[in-house]
């Protein structure tokens, strides 16, 4: 359960730049910013801040994509 969490996270970091880490949280199930921190780390090996820095998502095209995985992704 924490996986599809973080993985939803990371949707909603690239797809939603205008929320706020902590908006991201919550809509993941999360109890905090700290706590989506805590696990995203642990999962993905690096912070949502970072994770959302590191994405030229519209840059290369994958912005498109990431609708797609999102309509499979629920």
Do not use: M
């Amino acid at each position: 359960v924490l996986q599809q969490r973080v993985e939803f996270a990371k949707r909603l970091l690239l797809k939603q730049p205008e929320k706020s880490i902590s908006e991201v949280a919550l809509e993941c199930g999360f109890s905090s910013q700290s706590q989506l921190t805590q696990h995203f780390r642990k999962l993905a090996g690096t912070t949502p801040r970072i994770f959302r820095k590191s994405w030229p998502v519209r840059e290369y095209g994958l912005w498109n994509n990431l609708k797609e995985i999102d309509n499979s992704f629920w």
